[in-house]
């Protein structure tokens, strides 16, 4: 099993539209849980950080966190073709090591394809 | 604040070279973690550094090497370059309460190896 794993793609949704992509994470004590935008060719830009279970709003962009499914997930409502990029889950457990714990490594899932077309 | 920044931008080196990538966190950032991306691995973790101390390393081969300065800047540093090498390779810096530290990405360094 993967550690990160989300929704397979690509997606197509139209303008205006929710577009809904899910991440499912393995190791239960993961701390913090982001989501990333991709465009093609460029590099990734931090859209959300999520920390706590329930709901994070932001803008058009809510994330949801469920750690005792696993889960974490990004809707973006009123989707625009601006929209369309590869979107990144990634997760941080820490690695504790004999100097404490660290949280410099992300773990990311594969991304998935978002188009929104006009 | 100008955000992360990493020279250079583009390289193609051939089998057998080496490379040094550099990057310079965001101002007042101590922590740097490099990362590798391929379309066929997606991004995978190589090390991070603190403090001029690497903290931890990703599962890649002793040929991928890095440093931190006391300014923070790091670099990474690939000898004997393989095909496989070819790659874009980002560099973020990262701030935040512990547990809850956000990573910030660079534009990145696309080599190419022939």
């Known amino acids: 099993q993967k550690e990160v794993e989300q929704n397979s793609g690509p997606l197509s949704v139209p303008e205006g539209a929710i577009a809904s992509l899910n991440c499912t994470y393995s190791?239960?004590?993961?701390?913090?849980f982001f989501w990333y935008r991709q465009y093609s060719g460029k590099s990734p830009e931090l859209i959300m950080s999520i920390y706590s279970n329930g709901d994070k709003e932001d803008g058009r962009f809510t994330a949801q966190l469920n750690k005792a499914s696993q889960y974490v997930s990004l809707l973006i409502r009123d989707s625009q073709p601006s929209d369309s990029a590869t979107y990144l889950c990634a997760v941080n457990v820490g690695i504790r090591s004999a100097g404490g714990t660290s949280y410099g490594k992300l773990t990311f899932g594969q991304g998935t394809i978002l188009t929104v077309h006009p | 604040k100008a955000g992360v920044t990493q020279t250079p931008r583009y390289l193609i080196k051939t089998r057998g070279q080496q490379v040094t990538l550099s990057c310079s966190p965001i101002?007042?950032?101590?922590?740097v973690s490099w990362y590798q991306q391929t379309p066929g691995q997606g991004l995978q973790f190589l090390f991070e550094y603190f403090s001029e101390t690497q903290r931890n390393k990703g599962n890649f081969p002793g040929r991928f090497s890095g440093r931190q300065f006391s300014n923070s800047r790091s670099e990474m540093n690939v000898s004997t370059l393989e095909l496989g090498d070819s790659a874009l390779y980002l560099c973020a810096s990262r701030h935040g309460l512990a547990g809850k530290e956000t990573q910030y990405f660079g534009p990145g360094t696309r080599l190419l190896v022939l």
């Open positions: 190791d239960r004590v993961s701390q913090s």
């Open positions: 101002s007042g950032h101590r922590s």
